[in-house]
């Protein structure tokens, strides 16, 4: 074998070898790229999940403390007043009792959604406190008992709104 020969053969042998070192190394760099792609969505697939654990859980707290306020009018209807008032007194602190669930799912809430649903998660919670103050009106004077209806209208009127803001908010993300 003649020197060129030789030569050609290391020539070749080295342009495999940086060949393959560059393949090597760009295959590496696309699989970092990949894996870090990958981590992104997954978290941001988690952020959005969260955020949406929490908005249902809220709706779930909020709906609860509906379910109680719809079923006071069917008390107030009740023409023995201290039996009227007993059982008013007993839904209230049936309400006072779901108000701490419904308060946590409220911080919940401030910590982890966009602004919009921040918001009408406070309307919610506006709204729940005119319709209790409305209650103890109404335990005290049954003719108050229009501004309460008017007050759990506003109170579920302002949890649609909230859903509303949700899915406003997701379809914007």
């Not at 992104?40 to 707290?61: G, K, V």
Request: hydrophobic fraction near 45%; proline fraction near 2%.
């Amino acid at each position: 074998m003649d020197n060129s020969a030789l030569w050609v053969a290391l020539l070749t042998a080295v342009t495999a070898v940086v060949a393959s070192w560059v393949t090597s190394r760009g295959n590496a760099q696309a699989a970092r790229v990949q894996a870090q792609a990958a981590a992104e969505a997954a978290s941001i697939a988690r952020e959005r999940e969260a955020r949406r654990a929490t908005q249902l859980d809220f709706i779930q707290q909020a709906n609860e403390m509906g379910v109680l306020y719809r079923r006071i009018p069917k008390y107030l209807r009740v023409e023995n007043e201290e039996a009227r008032r007993a059982s008013l007194a007993e839904l209230r602190d049936q309400l006072r009792d779901s108000y701490g669930p419904f308060l946590r799912a409220l911080a919940v809430v401030s910590l982890e959604c966009h602004p919009e649903p921040i918001a009408a998660a406070n309307a919610v919670h506006a709204a729940s406190g005119e319709a209790y103050l409305r209650l103890t009106a109404v335990e005290e004077d049954i003719r108050a008992a229009e501004g309460f209806r008017h007050a759990v209208d506003a109170y579920q009127a302002s949890i649609d709104s909230f859903i509303e803001a949700v899915r406003q908010a997701q379809s914007e993300s």
